[in-house]
DNA sequence: GATGAATGAGCTTTCATTCAT
DNA sequence: TATGAATGAAAGCTCATTCAT
């Protein structure tokens, strides 16, 4: 009972240091916030959140974390239905990647921000892999369905994730930006690429 | 002839700062490093810095005005020179656009990334943003030669400054990742957006 | 019942966390030792040594106690058995006490060392002060027996004290000193001051 | 002009900057002295030490290194008066050095006390072997001579300094314990050395 | 313009101790 | 009695910036 309850206290102030970190890093930066601004905004003292993190870049890794399951349950309903053309499930997977990227700039843009920032903290990197995997999987498909120009199967995932990356990071970081209307820069940046990838017939 | 001395003295100490900034905010990354680093490698008190530049950010802000300068010029180059297939020299451009932010990953962060750290400074957005304008004007050849699948100028330059900004910002971003050799991912990206928009004979 | 069992486990973990303690304070000093680090090697909350000990000076002040009363007992049976010569029980005596430093240097230091961190028990003091007795009672039984140069029993006896404190202090003072082989040095010490004292025939 | 100004002034920082640790340390131990409460004795930013020490260990070593410094000009003077008996010379050395540590408690408990709060600092270590090397070309003449009993220069040399220490280290450290006159405890303590020494005719 | 000592706020992190459960 | 999350003060240290000279 009683440990019931605290476990439950205990992982509502975990969640709301997250809350507060994931805000604070995407709205100053990480290097501009301190434990004091976090522990500040969430009512605790400084030290107290060293109970639940190892230290400042724990946090940023637990966030990381956090956006990765996120999308991994998105990519892994759209790998599992196998049904249609592969092209196809791969615009879909490109389309829905970059939503998620809008829809969670937060989450997004820590996650995938310039590499100064993010101490390498290995759980993250495998989380990030796991989540690549899927892409990958994906472009398989259309590769053994002899759909592609090209065989290599890592080069074309690789360069699908550059380019809905480019997309989400060009709305994320410049938004005043005169860009045509969001869903056709879009539509039009997926359709060059798989029209750049599909086997001319 | 005394005052003109002076100056150039000014002058070129405002230069070795610049230089020895350049070198270690590309090393250390910016947060890294401190006055008093730049200062001591220019062998001068870190006072003196201050009569050159408002701050720490004007250093860097300086820097990447001037690094613009040089990719404008390149840019400039590539669209002059209007002989050879308009669709190579897009992709000419594409990695050279590519390249640059590799080669000034501080740099290209201050002016595309966001939630970053590093304090914006208007001049040198605009700078970066008058980069753009290049790139439109090459796609218009393309268009103009009747070489594209598509018609929109600006939808065809707004996506592929998406991919080639994609590009950049994912080495930058994920340092740690298991990328395929650079370069090949670099010219793989470039195929795909070229293939994508080239006209089917 | 109940009440004799509660007793007993109270026991054993109050001397569960005065071994912890002891092993810890030897090895990394009591600086450097955590409530946290003992709590955890006796698998236990911090809190919970609280009901054990006041704080954290009166775990060092305990297992001083507890190691003053066993250099006590060895004194009493040093002074108690009288027979052979009562020089070299005097020596032998000195060469305890000094063993007795080196092998307890953080108790040693909390009563002997002065503008130390550590805190003063009064309790512990006088225990140790206890120990000086047994000295002097083994002094006047060289100067009664007519072995010594000198008569003073109070003089030749902090005399003693003086250089057999030398001894330790100078170990534990100096770690880093490149001393002559520890035992060397003590049977050296020990032997001059025996010789000094002893009676020329 | 400036410089020289400048110089004394700084100077003069460094040396109130020593004078407060030195009387801090003694009073409150190593360990509970913090740079925050130097800093406030001395009326200046915490900062500004660093200006003068690298870090906090780093006063600890030049104070030692200043005592050091002050016994070893005394020395010398014995040492470089070579008339007399060499034994004699020896009880005045040690008479001298034990004044020494009874006129200046603060430093002198400094630099020897207890190990663990004194960082290993090789300029601090090398000081203090110069000092002791005087002592022990005291003991060659001594055992040069054939007036000793033993002949390790070495382990003389060390046994005495563990000898005088003893009793410097026991006026500082029990202030309040029942000691019979200073002058006569010291006098019998160097006797005591002397005689235990002292080859027998 | 150049100096460089000094500032002072701020950093991350640690830890003995408390107290509601 | 035992828990362990939380405290809160403090620690050593850093650094962009200022200002008297």
Redesign the interface.
């Known amino acids: 009972m009683l440990t019931k309850r605290r476990e439950r206290l205990n992982h509502e102030l975990r969640e709301e240091v997250l809350a507060a970190a994931r805000e604070l890093?995407?709205?100053?930066?990480?290097?501009?916030v301190t434990m004091r601004k976090i522990a500040e905004r969430v009512r605790v003292a400084p030290g107290t959140i060293y109970h639940h993190f190892d230290d400042k870049s724990a946090i940023l890794a637990a966030i990381c974390m956090e956006t990765f399951g996120k999308l991994d349950k998105r990519m892994e309903a759209l790998v599992t239905d196998r049904s249609g053309n592969p092209l196809e499930r791969l615009r879909r997977g490109g389309r829905m990647y970059v939503q998620f990227g809008l829809e969670h700039p937060?989450h997004y843009?820590?996650t995938?921000?310039?590499?100064?920032?993010?101490p390498?903290h290995d759980s993250v990197?495998s989380a990030?892999?796991k989540t690549f995997e899927n892409l990958r999987l994906c472009v398989r498909d259309c590769v053994d369905a002899g759909l592609t120009?090209?065989q290599d199967v890592?080069?074309?995932a690789?360069?699908l994730?550059?380019?809905?990356?480019?997309?989400v990071?060009?709305f994320?970081?410049?938004p005043g930006?005169p860009?045509?209307e969001q869903s056709?820069?879009i539509e039009?940046?997926l359709?060059?690429?798989?029209?750049?990838?599909r086997k001319?017939t």
Chains 1, 2, 3, 4 share one sequence.
Not at 25 to 32: I, V
Not at 112 to 118: K, T
Not at 161 to 167: E, I, L, M
């Open positions: 890093f995407a709205t100053d930066g990480y290097h501009n937060q843009a820590l995938f921000a310039i590499g100064d920032a993010m390498k990197m990030g892999l120009r090209m890592e080069e074309i690789q360069s994730w550059a380019t809905t990356h480019g997309v990071m060009l994320l970081g410049k930006f860009f045509i056709r820069l039009s940046v359709d060059i690429a798989i029209e750049g990838i001319k």
